[in-house]
């Protein structure tokens, strides 16, 4: 007879079970407590699938979709299905490329020989994927060695796949069996298809989108209107891609072994120098018209070296500018709006003194002398110390900050003096065909370098004070992103290469009795398909020194 053991559920309920219980069945017990179905288990710092077993004494907590690491497992399970019904529906030659995220949905599109995208296709793929949810298939968990995955990835046409595993180092690796169907996903699955319950197929683009729900309220898709201009740079940056012939992880890394990364950085630089050329060109039209111009973006994109290699190329065109930084306007710190949390919110719009910045912009614009404040940041009170800008002919201001696109910020300038720019690290580079590079996870390592580097802070400062990061961006950046003129992609297609070998010591310095292991593990997992380079061969004016050193800018 099996044995009972004790476990706490979330914090605060134990429960007695019977040994050998699996987290899915555990989690039946607090399931009515969810606003969608449990998807992942957490054990200490440790993430599990349901599928697993649960020790005895064990403390668990129980994750849906509205939580970031559930709504990432949900993700790969609803791929897993999709890729599978179209394999059902096309035929075992039918290819699928999960290119990238747009507000939480997938962008998807066909390889090349498949019939054209329409949404009676699509229909039918989605029927297939009900067909599959509806018989809630066990989604089997394979140990392979790495000569195992090479095979099977090529006995499913998988070519991006057996050439990633070549750079593996691991000797296992798991792949996860739909009905007969095997593919290899980075990260947890779902214990079953009729974990996945919400989705839709649409076409978008040239290809379609994977509708995935929304954390904030799970029986609603994100929202996948009013996002043009974001995606028409996710599309622009698939054909540098197609240009510099790296379309994921193994592409690069044959880069790598053939010696020809250096032409794939200096390549990716000059297209980056020519994007910035062109927004200078495009702001010296519009002036004397245009005397603003804002710059937004969310943290670690690079908007400090991107400011500032704005200026020399607007400098090139006869144009001066004159740097203002929005830091300083903040109101005295006494004032400072506070949170829901009761503290200082100093990301907040009202942080800043609205009225005087606007004041100064217009008189500014008018012509007038205006005297620019300074923030002191250790009494927390501004001052003036004797700065003043008066613009001449041919002469901008350029503001930088978070709330950048926000006509708040500018409510009293008028909208043909202003030029906003919307800058963001959107990866384009991708594992494989199927396994994305999330666009935050590759700001997140920009940002544990740098702050290592020139901040002081360790790894675990990064990643713990990172989903309050996160939150600010949702509430402060993003909602105005569609505002831009213009929008920049300052990622890289190498970048990750060249950042490894800083953040690896970082990340292994993160052991498992510590709360930011699961972030530092996963990370740690997803690089090792890299091989790392050297930062000698990055130029000393690109936006990957801002975070590794060696910048020639002020940064």
Same mark, same amino acid.
């Given at each position: 007879m099996a044995k009972k053991m004790k476990v706490i559920i979330n914090k605060n309920e134990e429960v007695s079970v019977f040994e050998g219980i699996t987290f899915g069945e555990l989690s039946k017990m607090c399931a009515e407590k969810f606003s969608a179905d449990i998807v992942i288990a957490k054990t200490g710092?440790?993430?599990?699938?349901?599928?697993?077993?649960?020790?005895?004494?064990?403390?668990?907590?129980f994750f849906d979709c509205t939580n970031q690491d559930g709504a990432s497992v949900y993700a790969r399970g609803a791929s897993l299905i999709m890729l599978k019904a179209v394999r059902d529906i096309l035929g075992t030659d039918a290819q699928v490329v999960i290119e990238h995220s747009i507000n939480g949905n997938y962008y998807c599109d066909f390889r090349a020989g498949l019939p054209k995208i329409t949404k009676t296709l699509l229909k039918s793929i989605k029927n297939r994927m009900d067909a599959l949810v509806k018989e809630n298939i066990e989604i089997e968990k394979k140990l392979m060695t790495k000569d195992e995955g090479i095979e099977t990835a090529i006995k499913f046409d998988m070519e991006d796949k057996a050439r990633l595993y070549r750079y593996r180092k691991a000797s296992y690796m798991n792949m996860y069996d739909l009905d007969g169907y095997c593919n290899y996903f980075y990260g947890y699955m779902v214990p079953s298809t009729g974990s996945i319950k919400k989705y839709d197929l649409i076409p978008y683009e040239k290809g379609f989108l994977l509708l995935l729900p929304d954390a904030?309220?799970?029986? !609603?898709?994100?929202?996948?209107?009013?996002?043009?201009?974001? +995606? &028409?740079?996710?599309?622009?940056?698939?054909?540098?891609?197609?240009?510099?012939?790296?379309? &994921?992880?193994?592409?690069?890394?044959?880069?790598?072994? !053939? !010696?020809?990364?250096?032409?794939l950085v200096l390549f990716n630089e000059a297209l980056h120098e020519k994007k910035v050329a062109q927004i200078a060109d495009n702001i010296t039209e519009k002036v004397p018209l245009v005397k603003v111009v804002l710059?937004?973006?969310? +943290? +670690?994109?690079?908007?400090?070296?991107?400011?500032?290699?704005?200026?020399?190329?607007?400098?090139?065109?006869?144009?001066?500018?004159?740097?203002?930084?929005?830091?300083? =306007?903040?109101? &005295?710190?006494?004032?400072?709006?506070?949170? !829901? /949390?009761?503290?200082?919110? /100093?990301?907040?719009?009202?942080?800043?003194?609205?009225?005087?910045?606007?004041?100064?912009?217009?008189?500014?614009?008018?012509?007038?002398?205006?005297?620019?404040?300074? =923030?002191?940041?250790?009494?927390g009170e501004r001052e003036y110390r004797g700065r003043s800008i008066q613009l001449q002919k041919d002469e901008i201001i350029v503001v930088e900050g978070i709330h950048s696109l926000n006509d708040v910020l500018t409510k009293d300038v008028p909208t043909e003096n202003k030029y906003r720019i919307f800058i963001s690290a959107m990866t384009q580079l991708n594992m494989d065909d199927h396994n994305r590079i999330s666009t935050s996870e590759s700001r997140l390592v920009r940002r544990i370098v740098r702050d290592h580097q020139f901040r002081g802070n360790d790894a675990r400062r990064t990643i713990d004070i990172w989903a309050s990061v996160r939150r600010g961006e949702e509430k402060n950046i993003f909602p105005y992103q569609e505002n831009a003129d213009v929008m920049f992609n300052s990622a890289t297609i190498y970048e990750l290469s060249v950042l490894k070998a800083y953040i690896e010591p970082l990340l292994f310095k993160i052991d498992k009795t510590m709360p930011e292991y699961v972030i530092a593990n996963r990370i740690i997992k997803f690089l090792d398909y890299f091989l790392p380079v050297n930062s000698d061969c990055v130029p000393n004016n690109s936006i990957i020194k801002e975070f590794v050193g060696g910048s020639v800018f002020d940064v």
């Open positions: 710092n440790t993430l599990k699938e349901l599928n697993d077993k649960v020790p005895s004494g064990t403390e668990v907590q904030n309220n799970p029986d !609603e898709f994100n929202r996948y209107e009013g996002f043009d201009k974001i +995606s &028409n740079v996710f599309m622009e940056q698939l054909k540098w891609s197609e240009l510099m012939k790296v379309r &994921n992880v193994a592409d690069l890394n044959d880069l790598v072994t !053939e !010696e020809e990364f250096k032409q710059i937004a973006g969310p +943290s +670690s994109s690079g908007k400090t070296t991107f400011a500032q290699r704005l200026c020399v190329q607007l400098r090139v065109n006869g144009i001066v500018p004159h740097v203002i930084g929005m830091d300083d =306007y903040f109101i &005295n710190r006494v004032n400072t709006p506070l949170d !829901e /949390f009761g503290k200082p919110d /100093f990301e907040s719009i009202n942080a800043l003194d609205l009225e005087q910045f606007n004041k100064d912009l217009l008189g500014l614009i008018n012509g007038e002398q205006v005297q620019i404040p300074s =923030y002191n940041f250790i009494s």
